[in-house]
């Protein structure tokens, strides 16, 4: 059975900062085997580390991303935020993630921003970085917008894409098939076993967010999931830990 992925949601975020390379860094520290990061772009199309469209609740400044140079962005702080502590954090760029997990087993799943902010050839543009990276097999791309999924097939049907999505859609296995994705990032209420069973057969796996109970952890593992995305990659990777024992 493949080992299931420990996928750090925004790096550590129930740690540190989220979406800082001290985030990142972390999430190894205590176990995670995938990250998972949003990706915005700058006004002058450089892909950025954020959840958010503006800078308001993690850098203090209601500017928007897609209204900021890279080299603007860089002076925002997005640490402070979350404690003195981490005062001085940047928000990262992609590269920086890919240079920290290139040549690692680590799996990097980069969340496409690109719903309320329509970034004009940003699936082209994180394609390439990651082939520039050589770390195709090592990325998936998950988005909420689906068209832009369907793209990124287009563009590099060797990288692996997931469809992001809450409760209710009918038989998500094979509407996956209609936009070629490879995974099921479901909000974890949307995650049966039958589910997950009749996907497998399907040959598409699920990675449900954002999963940080242990208890609400178990079951997703006993449903056969193939990943799980969580605030606290520590808390899941103790329950793998146990797992082996």
Known sequence: ???LINFAHRGAA?????????SFTYALELGAT?????????????LVLIHDETLKRTAG???WVKDLTLDEIRTRDAGAWYHEDFKGEKIPT????????QGTDTVVNLELKNG???????ERKLIETVRKYKM???????????????ECKKIAPEIRTGILYGE?????????????????????MAVRPEFVSAAAAAGIVYHPFTVNDKELMSKMIEAGVAGIITDYPDRLNELLNAERK
């Open 94 to 101: 992609l590269e920086e993630l890919l240079e920290l997990t």
């Open 116 to 122: 309320a902010v329509l970034y004009p050839e940003i």
């Open 168 to 188: 209710g859609l009918y038989e998500p296995w094979a509407y996956a098939k209609t936009v070629k994705a490879d995974a099921l990032h479901a909000f974890h």
């Open 1 to 3: 059975m493949p080992k």
């Open 34 to 46: 995938g990250i998972e990061t949003d990706v915005q772009m700058t006004k002058d199309g450089h």
């Open 136 to 150: 195709s097999e090592q990325v998936v791309i998950s988005s909420f917008n689906h068209y832009s999924l369907f």
């Open 14 to 22: 129930g740690h540190r900062p989220e979406n800082t390379m001290a």
């Open 61 to 63: 400044t209601p500017e």
